[in-house]
Structures are given as structure tokens and as C-alpha cells.
Nanobody
Framework: QVQLVESGGGLVQPGGSLRLSCAGSAFTFRINTMGWYRQAAGKERELVATITTTGGTNYADSVKGRFTISRDTAKNTIDLQMNSLSTEDTAVYYC????????????WGQGTQVTVSS
């Protein structure tokens, strides 16, 4: 199974910013499209953003223009810069590989909690 560790979450006021980081192996990141996902309390996990092996990105409509996914090859991380946060962004954020079958992924890391509140 893929070993991924998410970090960077916390409590932030509406309108604030956070930067999440996903640490993993260079091999995993080199061969896979990667994604950031989130799951709010009582809701299903949803896809937030993806980045391909060649740097192509895609975003959920709800975060487009506010979130930026990127690869840091020097640190072997997949990062998610989140700006203009709102209470609706409150969730546990996870990173994982991405494919059309991502909903069938069995293993998820612990994630990192993002709470947006005044």
C-alpha cells in the first residue's frame, strides 16, 4: 500500500490561508496522478484537486481559483495551498493517488484536520 502522510492542517479564520503537505516516496509521486481529497463530518469524501505526473492540474468547482495543488520534487511532497478559506472548507483533508476508480481505494492515511471558524 502507498504510504502517505498529510500535514499542515489547523484552525484558521474565514478568509485565511493554509498550506497542506503530503509526504511520500519519490517513486509514488513520479508514476501516479495524485489528488487531494476531503471529508467533512457527516458527508462523503470528495475530490478537491489533482495533479498529473506532468504537472497538469484540475480542481473541484468549489475550490477553483482559491486552491492550488503543486509538486515539490525536492521535498517529495504534494502540496495544497488554500486561500480565501470559508467554513464550508472545514474537513479532514487526505492525499492519495488518483484514478477514475479513486472511490474504491481501500487505504487512506490519517489525514489532516482543517477547521475554518471565527
Amino acid at each position: 500500500q502507498v504510504q502517505l502522510v498529510e500535514s499542515g492542517g489547523g484552525l484558521v479564520q474565514p478568509g485565511g490561508s493554509l498550506r497542506l503537505s503530503c509526504a511520500g516516496s519519490a517513486f509514488t509521486f513520479r508514476i501516479n496522478t495524485m489528488g487531494w481529497y476531503r471529508q467533512a463530518a457527516g458527508k462523503e469524501r470528495e475530490l478537491v484537486a489533482t495533479i498529473t505526473t506532468t504537472g497538469g492540474t484540475n480542481y473541484a468547482d468549489s475550490v477553483k481559483g482559491r486552491f492550488t495543488i503543486s509538486r515539490d520534487t525536492a521535498k517529495n511532497t504534494i502540496d495544497l495551498q488554500m486561500n480565501s478559506l470559508s467554513t464550508e472548507d472545514t474537513a479532514v483533508y487526505y492525499c492519495n493517488t488518483y484514478s477514475a476508480y479513486w472511490r474504491t481505494i481501500a487505504y487512506w492515511g490519517q489525514g489532516t484536520q482543517v477547521t475554518v471558524s471565527s
